[in-house]
């Protein structure tokens, strides 16, 4: 009977795949800002809106792979602060802004590198606690060096970064980036032997370690990848803010994981892609335009992103588990 | 079949493990006090002891419930925001109504609390949505709608009548008010944990899910009310620290889950579950408390504190894994023929 | 199906305590239990016998009510019930001892044997430790150990935990006992206490089931014997009625010489050598070699330790001590990715945790472990993948619509055929396999024993662990048994017996275990 059910769902998956979901989202919602805001249906509105909200793409595209392998980095907002405030400093103190953008990109790295290496190294230590102190960790160092001070100043084509657009077009300089990191993330977690593995481990951690994958190495590599994402996030934020203290990207890891669940992404792993984190990315930027028009503050925004994630990891369990519960009633 | 003398040899040296690590917490912290004591010697005296006690009182209450949801396994993020949603509510009525007694405010805060624990329980329960998942999410969400209350306004001291500051600052037989609500709660919880069915099935989830179900523990429920429980004592916790500081804002107690959890790993408790004692998360929140108190005067900034505490949590963490594969690794030679 | 013919017993008591009638159960691919009927007296011991997979566990599971069946009904004295869950069949007390205790490693003996039914203050509802401490020093005496009721769990060793598990049944005074191969990791004299402690519950007025493998378990203490096979009972005799020989035509059915479709192959180079491999806790001073051509059996019961000598050597778990040589030169193996690359293949015992990746595709189940050999510069090559997954399919005979289907679509033996394809892909000269057949339907036994002789005829040396006995003595040249982490025994094809092999497996002193 169970045989039977996942084999009616399979199909259902095919027909009805959760990315058509998020594209009629998209279309709802997008329908419902341009009722509220006769300037929503721009061609630079929605480029615009969509750039500045980019470097939370960033770091989606990486938190993808670590909840896909079953994993979590709540560390990721204090790798974004720690990144910039290092980066700041550089330039403040006389480098080059070129070479504290690489700083940014090492710290970023760095720090993810360190989270791969206690998790793999340290058996029964898991990401959570790794995540966690990391992110207090992180985020204290950056006080430390900065205490509640912000750096600004930065030269006029940093701002660029976030601000500017590619040659004469109007496409935004950050979207061009963000379009490059997502086709590389899409080709290596779907087209290529690493990616293929990415998954196994997701599934089944055990068969995947019998089946000679190497665990660790890639963890190392994972985390390594979602710090560095961070950094460069931290360089595209710090470009749109225009200065760097302590306290930026506070609650991102929230909103970030929260969007790669939005696209399919399952928490317990093996589940999820790249085009899906894309809409997710694009639907949860139209929510927030949309609840901007209606003034709608950030603290509430958090409050209704919450409550998205909690929704799609717990729709689909309560519906199972009553399904479930049906059947066994069936057989009685 | 077994032979005697080797038998209580074995036991003997296993309760002297166990014993370890709860000597080795006040060893710890003995040590450290004597260090910060030479660097400034108004750290030892009995004005200041208090004070860290005083300052500790709403950590040890909430480590006991963060102490329950990590034995089940599983993580509470959200008390931190459950703590600012009770004292802001408790924060508005008490300026609302001063009459109100401080006794009610405790309970109101406990059921407040519990309410907002036994959501997040059923998410986790009955939504079967990861801990992680479920709490990192109910601690954006609690902390923005205490926002939405409040209207992005403090409650402030003057605001707040006498009697409810009182809580913190009334003493009994010399000792603060604060400190007996912790005496209770501890006790409370000894008895809860280590004397009642219900207490002991939180130990056999967290040590064995299947097993718990094969012998008829209701898991689910469990779970359910371990988070219930954190939820509860982060309440209280909320009213007695709102009595504390005298004020009650929008970010109160903002990051403050990494010293809760920092506290609970330091006593001893396994982050993959099964494994936590009362004692040790007491021991565990006063040395907290005393590294907390003691930074300051041996003029270490306030911005070190934050990531102290992640370290704490880490080696904290990695020491307690080594304890553990050190006590199996005796266990496997013992089994060897 | 002669065998039937023997008499069955005749219903003559219409008194049972329990009766179950056409229970079947169906799992994704496999029909554990196939229109079963089965009943118990009050103060019998009712032993049911069969090989792996033959439904024993389901059917246990389906009386503890941790399963549900799919058809058939229930009665406890006469009325129907329903096990919902363990609770509910607590309420009708039963119990049950597994062999695996499901203990909770971090709690102390005493919380083990009453957390379900602790010992409570009438009014103060307070646990009372001293009383339950006491019981459980009472009811552990009563079984001859003295384990002192206040160390956790996790630190006895595994039949100390099975004691405990005794003792918990004991303490719910349970009217419905199940023992699952209570004997197996037992002593020769605690096996003797077992058996008297186990009489004087039956004369107490206590129904037990007995799950064995030993047939000594069964003629010394069993009243009435069920068979089951492949799902279905075989039939119910009382034990005086029915002899060794015809019931192991009930359990097996068939000849042993059909099944096993060994050819003889003769043996070429050395393949693998292990010297002295020993691992703290598991297992020690391990030798054997493997020659191409060859397949050694490891027989012996669950837990003697032949589990983790394979893992070691496939470098799933280090080892503290000892050579492992492949093709003559030691090699020092720390992953099972260095494994895969000296030619070692592993098939694990639980295909579905330890084997299987449910979600993906055929295809990608099969080419997982080569998947870096058959990329284009690191990207996925598609057409090379199906290559390989349909040879695989056609080889092997997997009955599958394609290879684009997910692995959970197969019956149980197609998907181990699936995961001998994963291991077969990868080119390798020599196979571990665990338990190859466990839980598979008879055809893809067989199948499974073709593709093994198949493969050693090719020059593969086969190290096969099983602990059923017919498919050791069929399939292997040369026989290795375990005990207690040791060799107890090698015996050559021709000189193994199902005695001798079982002789070595349990009845072994176990004075050195007390001495050291």
């Known amino acids: 009977m169970k045989y039977r059910n996942s084999l009616s769902n399979r199909k259902l998956n095919i027909v009805f795949k959760w990315e058509w979901l998020l594209v009629i989202l998209i279309i709802g919602i997008s329908i419902v800002n341009g009722r509220l805001s006769p300037h929503f249906w721009s061609y630079t509105g929605i480029m615009d809106s969509l750039a500045v909200f980019l470097e939370k793409g960033f770091m989606v595209l990486s938190m993808t792979l670590v909840l896909i392998i079953g994993d979590i980095d709540i560390s990721v907002a204090s790798i974004v602060a720690l990144s910039s405030v290092l980066m700041a400093m550089s330039y403040k103190l006389g480098l080059p802004m070129a070479v504290a953008i690489l700083v940014a990109l090492a710290t970023g790295a760095g720090c993810g590198y360190l989270n791969g290496l206690l998790i793999s190294l340290v058996p029964g230590l898991s990401a959570i606690i790794v995540t966690l102190a990391g992110s207090s960790i992180y985020r204290g160092i950056a006080y430390i060096l900065l205490g509640d001070q912000a750096i600004g100043g930065f030269p006029s084509w940093y701002s660029y970064l976030a601000w500017g657009y590619v040659g004469k077009t109007n496409i935004p300089f950050v979207m061009v980036v963000f379009v490059g990191c997502a086709i590389i993330y899409g080709l290596l977690l779907h087209r290529t032997a690493w990616g293929r593995k990415v998954y196994a481990m997701g599934i089944n951690p055990v068969a995947a370690r019998f089946s000679g994958v190497p665990i660790a190495q890639m963890k190392q590599i994972i985390f390594t990848l979602n710090g560095l994402m961070a950094g460069i996030a931290a360089i595209f934020l710090t470009s749109k803010l225009g200065s760097s203290r302590p306290n930026i990207a506070t609650g991102y890891e929230l909103e970030v994981i929260a969007i790669a669940v939005l696209g399919g992404v399952s928490p317990s792993g093996g589940k999820g892609g790249i085009v899906g984190v894309c809409l997710a990315l694009i639907l949860m930027r139209l929510l927030r335009y949309g609840m901007g028009l209606v003034n709608v503050p950030g603290q509430v925004m958090m409050v209704i992103i919450g409550i998205v994630l909690v929704g799609v990891v717990m729709l689909p369990n309560i519906f199972s588990s009553r399904g479930g519960k049906r059947r066994t009633k069936e057989i009685q | ?337 | 199906m002669g065998f039937l013919e023997v008499d069955s017993v005749v219903d003559r008591e219409d008194r049972y305590i329990l009766e179950l009638k056409g229970i079947s159960k169906f799992f994704p691919g496999l029909k554990a239990l196939d229109r079963v009927d089965f009943n118990l007296r009050a103060g019998e011991i009712h032993a049911i016998v069969g090989e792996n997979g033959a439904g024993k566990s389901t059917l246990i599971k389906i009386i503890t009510g941790v399963y549900q069946p799919d058809e058939g009904d229930i009665f406890y004295e006469g009325n129907t019930v329903i096990f919902h869950n363990p609770t509910v069949a607590n309420r009708y007390q039963i119990a049950a001892v597994y062999q695996q205790p499901a203990s909770f490693p971090h709690l102390t003996v005493t919380e083990n044997i009453f957390l379900g039914h602790p010992i409570i203050h009438p009014t103060t509802k307070k646990l009372m430790w001293k009383e339950m401490k006491e019981e459980a020093k009472r009811l552990l005496r009563s079984l001859g150990s003295d384990i002192n009721p206040s160390v956790t769990m996790s630190s006895l060793s595994v039949a100390q935990q099975q004691i405990v598990e005794i003792a918990k049944a004991l303490s719910v005074n349970a009217r419905i006992l199940i023992m699952d191969e209570p004997t197996a990791s037992l002593t020769r004299r605690e096996t003797e206490d077992l058996y008297n402690i186990a009489r004087k519950l039956r004369n107490d007025g206590v129904s037990i089931i007995l799950i064995s493998h030993l047939f000594e378990d069964v003629y010394e203490i069993a009243d009435r014997v069920t068979v089951l096979r492949d799902g279905k009972s075989m039939g119910t005799w009382n034990v005086n009625e029915i002899d060794e020989k015809d019931l192991i035509k009930a359990m097996v059915g068939r000849e042993i010489s059909q099944l096993f479709p060994k050819n003889k192959v003769s043996f070429g180079k050395e393949l693998l050598r292990v010297e002295g491999l020993s691992r703290l806790g598991y297992f020690s001073d391990i030798s054997f070699s493997l020659r191409a051509g060859e397949i050694v059996g490891f027989s012996g019961l669950v837990g003697s330790g032949r589990t983790e000598v394979a893992q070691s050597i496939f470098g799933i778990a280090p080892v503290d001590a000892g050579k492992i040589l492949v093709e003559g030169k030691e090699v020092s193996i720390k992953n099972p990715m260095e494994a895969i690359s000296y030619g070692i293949g592993y098939l694990p015992e639980d295909r579905l945790e330890q084997g299987l990746f449910l979600l993906l595709s055929i295809n990608d189940n099969i080419t997982i472990s080569i998947i870096d050999q058959l990329t284009n510069r690191g990207w996925l090559n598609p057409p090379r993948e199906h290559e390989i997954s349909n040879k695989m399919l056609e080889l092997l005979q997997i009955k599958a619509p394609g290879i684009f289907h997910p692995v959970s679509s197969l019956s149980g033996g197609n998907q181990q055929k699936v995961v001998v394809a994963k291991l077969l892909a990868a080119r390798p000269k020599i196979l571990i396999m665990d338990e190859p057949t466990k839980g598979v339907d008879v055809g893809a036994k067989a199948a499974i024993h073709q593709i093994m002789s198949d493969l050693v005829a090719e020059g593969l040396g086969i190290i096969m662990i099983s602990s059923e006995m017919p498919e050791i003595l069929g399939m292997s040249d040369n026989i290795i048994v375990m005990h207690e982490g040791r060799i107890t025994g090698v015996f050559s094809r021709s000189e193994a017996t199902q005695e001798k092999l079982m002789e070595a497996a349990v009845k072994v002193d176990r004075l050195t275990q007390v001495v050291s």
């Open chain 2, 1 to 337: 079949m077994m032979d005697e003398p080797a038998k209580t040899k074995r036991e003997v040296t296993f309760s002297r493990l166990l014993g370890f690590r709860e000597l080795g917490i006040i060893i710890f912290i003995v040590l450290i006090s004597v260090l910060i004591g030479i660097r400034n010697p108004r750290f030892l005296t009995w004005s200041n002891f208090h004070d860290i006690l005083i300052d500790t009182a709403a950590l040890s209450v909430l480590s006991v419930g963060m102490m329950l949801v990590l034995v089940t396994g599983g993580i509470d993020l959200s008390m931190e925001s459950v703590l600012a949603l009770t004292g802001m509510v408790a924060g508005m009525m008490v300026k609302q109504n001063p009459q109100l007694s401080p006794l009610f405010m405790l309970i109101l805060g406990l059921l407040l609390g519990g309410l907002l624990g036994s959501i997040t329980g059923l998410i986790v329960a009955k939504g079967r949505v990861v801990p992680i998942i479920a709490t990192l999410s109910m601690m954006y969400i609690y902390r923005g709608i205490t926002f939405i209350i409040s209207g992005g306004k403090w409650i402030n001291a003057y605001e707040m009548p006498d009697s409810f500051k009182g809580i913190a600052t009334e003493r009994f037989l010399g000792l603060s008010k604060l400190i007996y609500i912790v005496l209770v709660v501890y006790v409370v919880f000894y008895y809860f944990v280590n004397y009642t069915h219900t207490g002991r099935k939180i130990y056999a989830v967290g040590s064995n899910v299947e097993a718990a179900r094969v012998i008829g523990i209701n898991t689910e429920f469990i779970t359910w009310l371990v988070y219930a429980i954190s939820g509860a004592l982060s309440g209280l916790a909320g009213v007695m620290w709102v009595a504390r500081y005298a004020s009650a804002q929008n970010d109160t107690a903002s990051g403050f889950v990494m010293t809760i959890v920092a506290a609970c790993v330091l006593g001893g408790v396994s982050i993959t579950g099964g494994v936590g004692t009362v004692s040790g998360v007491l021991l565990g929140s006063i040395t907290v408390g005393i590294i907390n108190n003691a930074l300051p005067m041996i003029r270490v900034s306030p911005f070190w504190k934050m990531a102290l505490q992640g370290l704490i949590i880490l080696v904290a963490a990695i020491v307690n894994i080594a304890i553990a594969r050190n006590m199996e690794k005796s266990q496997l030679k013992r089994r060897t023929i």
